[in-house]
């Protein structure tokens, strides 16, 4: 069976983390009496991350791809945009990262109203889902509609600052919650397997989406005309029970995953009609990736915030900058393996080029990025470097890229940078910053460095494959010539 | 007959393991092989029930010279690293009114597998593979945005025992969900000879 498969899997993504983690607690860095929540946490992430993987193959997946054909076959612009707006807008409004960046924002700038907000961040999603669609429809290719938009962010965070500019990146990635993005990504996949476009159509519905809610802080931010920004975040919680943390996660689970599942059942009576059986085994699949991030996010958010933030603080304060850096590096690589939507999208690309780009190489791409992108936040933080150098910088060369890397990867690319920061960056890396910076303030930004990464790590992937084939093909050439 | 020397072989194995299988079977005379994604559907029971039985599979479709098949065949299972079922296709020329085997093919709109599977099983088929294709577009095909619109089709393949297949075929031709014009089709085809792939003991 596949699940016992995905079990295996999974608990090689998690055991390379662990071992470090407990060959710290050894040597440099005691855990304590953190040490038995963080073997539990562990646990949970295998068991909830295989239940979750399975769940998103006969659930989310198989109907995020059908609407999306059923949406170009309606062949009606509107309806499909009207649809793809009220899924993204929906989606947003009620994931609940949302809502604490919202409260992050508004403690730096007191004059932007929290509501206000949380649904310009939705608004600018919808909005960019729909640009995603209509591209992946007529086949716009991909790399003009990023520069043109990322465009327009580089003038406005350039406007807004660097404190919120690093907000306004990591709100692209708190938007998308772990159960949303797979289902964004099928329908990407949905709509452009329904037309007569190739395959470099199938991605980049994610990347496009993700634009909108940097653009919407930043222009949110700008139009406020802000007061200087002063950092009041908010203390860590304290130290939470198993118990306590799985109902909290429940319950912003279940609000979040509320509006999308309301969607998909009257969908499915009025235009998807699944037949019988299918139906059954959807709802199952639902169930499952439901129950298994829950069980995820309650393991993460209790074994590893706490553990996260205690390593960086000894790390940095006892063993000095060089060991914290090459720490992040290590933990960035290996804690994205980790990442449930990270490997829905990596299985996707299998899937997609018939098993001619491997999952394990793009995600080994991914790992080396943000392992990269860590290491330079910790770097960041220990000197104080301007974080609008590393957006321009990275997102620039990404933008750069995409002239010359096949379009397919691009889309891989950009799609990586929403699903590499998901709740193992917040629970895990993030906690790491914040203990290696011991101010809240200098944390902000990671999520967004974490997310910038991938664009530049899988285009250069894509690169050495072109490269790749033209040698292949031209030596094959060169072998039948020289029959 | 010159046209029956070369067949095409199907074999259906469990994922990854394709590049093995083709490799053997290149060191055995084959010239090469295509692989497909597919999903094998579990053969029943608790599993499908909810909803867990699937499994990812690589389809292998190779042409190959008909005295050639045994031979790769026998190898695989010596080597004994690759699991699944290989079926040769084409009338065996020996005995060629009747085969013990046969290949029922459905291609259908997207979304129905899981149901027509159900009630292949219910008549006696023992499992299946899935893969996805899409319908080829003719020259008066709806166009949105300037833009040709396919429809995504499922391919599902069936083997099973001559004497029960009028019976799978039967159940999924009657089924409800599939009532409606030009949702797909259904046929089956000789096959020659049918092997299991699973390690020599």
């Given amino acids: ?483 | 007959m010159l046209l029956l020397e070369n067949n095409l072989m199907i074999a259906i194995v469990s994922h990854g393991q394709s590049d093995r299988f083709v490799s053997i079977a290149k060191d055995n005379g084959a010239t090469g092989g295509t692989v497909i994604p597919a999903k094998g559907t579990a053969s029943g029971g608790f599993l499908s029930l909810l909803g867990l039985g699937d499994k990812s599979k690589d389809l292998i479709l190779m042409v190959i010279a008909k005295n050639k098949a045994d031979k790769i065949v026998q190898e695989v299972r010596k080597d004994g690293k690759v699991n699944g079922v290989a079926a040769l296709l084409g009338t065996e020329k020996e005995n060629d009114m009747s085969s013990k085997w046969k290949m029922i093919t459905i291609i259908v709109n997207t979304g129905y597998a899981d149901d027509i599977m159900d009630a292949a099983r219910k008549a006696g088929a023992r499992g299946g593979t899935v893969t996805q294709a899409r319908g080829t577009a003719s020259a008066d095909d709806a166009k949105f945005l300037g833009v040709t619109i396919v429809p995504k089709k499922e391919m599902i393949l069936i083997l099973s025992a001559a004497d029960q297949t009028d019976k799978i075929v039967k159940a999924i031709t009657e089924l409800k969900c599939l009532d409606e014009p030009g949702i797909g089709i259904i046929y089956t085809q000789d096959v020659s000879d049918f092997k299991n792939l699973d390690p020599q003991k």
């Avoid at chain 1, 919202?102 to 961040?121: G, R």
């Avoid at chain 1, 960019?128 to 965070?157: A, E, M, N, Q």
């Fill in chain 1, 1 to 483: 069976m596949d699940f016992l498969e995905k079990l295996k899997e999974t608990l090689k993504s998690v055991l390379p983390i662990m071992a470090i983690v407990l060959i710290l607690n050894f040597t440099i860095a005691p855990l304590g009496s953190m040490l038995v929540p963080f073997l539990i946490g562990g646990v949970m992430l295998v068991i909830g991350l295989s239940l979750f993987l399975a769940g998103t193959d006969i659930g989310m997946v198989p109907v995020g791809e059908k609407l999306g054909s059923v949406l170009t076959q309606k062949r009606n612009v509107w309806f499909m945009l009207l649809i793809g707006f009220i899924i993204g807008f929906a989606v947003t409004l009620a994931e609940p990262d949302v809502t604490v960046l919202a409260n992050q924002v508004h403690s730096l700038n007191s004059s932007i109203p929290e509501t206000l907000l949380v649904v310009m961040i939705a608004l600018g999603l919808g909005i960019f889902i729909d640009i995603g669609l209509l591209r992946t429809v007529v086949g716009y290719p991909l790399k003009w509609v990023l520069i043109i938009f990322y465009g327009i962010v580089f003038v406005l965070v350039s406007i807004v600052g660097q404190s919120m500019a690093s907000i306004s990146f990591d709100a692209s990635g708190a938007t998308t919650g772990p159960l949303a993005v797979p289902f964004i990504l099928a329908l990407g996949l949905g709509v452009s397997a329904s037309t007569k476009n190739d395959k470099d159509g199938s991605f980049g519905l994610t990347g496009v989406a993700s634009i909108g809610p940097i653009m919407a802080v930043a222009l949110l931010v700008m139009l406020s005309k802000a007061g200087s920004a002063s950092a009041t975040a908010e203390e860590a919680e304290a130290a939470h029970t198993l118990g306590r943390v799985f109902l909290d996660t429940l319950e912003g689970t279940a609000i979040g995953f509320g509006p999308l599942l309301g969607i998909i059942l009257i969908m499915q009576f009025t235009m998807l009609r699944f037949p019988k059986i299918k139906f059954r085994n959807i709802a199952f699949g639902m169930a499952y990736s439901f129950v298994g991030i829950v069980i995820f996010l309650t393991g993460a958010e209790y074994g590893f915030t706490s553990v996260g933030a205690y390593l960086g603080n000894v790390i940095a304060t006892k063993y000095g900058a060089v060991l914290t850096v090459v720490l992040a590096l290590l933990f960035g690589g290996i804690v994205v393996f980790a990442e449930p939507a990270v490997w829905v999208l990596t299985s996707q690309v299998e899937d997609v080029t018939a098993g001619r780009i491997k999952k394990s190489l793009v995600m080994v791409f991914i790992c080396l990025g943000v392992a990269i992108a860590v290491a330079l936040a910790m770097l960041r933080i220990i000197l104080h470097i301007n974080y609008l150098y590393f957006v321009f910088i990275g997102v620039g060369l990404s933008l750069l890229m995409t002239l010359v890397t096949p379009p397919l990867f691009t889309g891989i690319a950009f799609d990586s940078g929403g699903v590499a920061s998901g709740p193992m960056s917040t629970s895990f890396l993030l906690s790491f910053a914040l203990g290696v910076s011991g101010s809240a303030d200098m944390g902000f930004g990671l999520v967004g460095l974490i997310a910038i990464s991938p664009l530049i790590a899988i285009q250069i992937l894509g690169i050495i494959f072109k490269t790749k084939e033209r040698k292949g093909r031209k030596e094959a050439n060169n072998a039948v010539a020289g029959k």
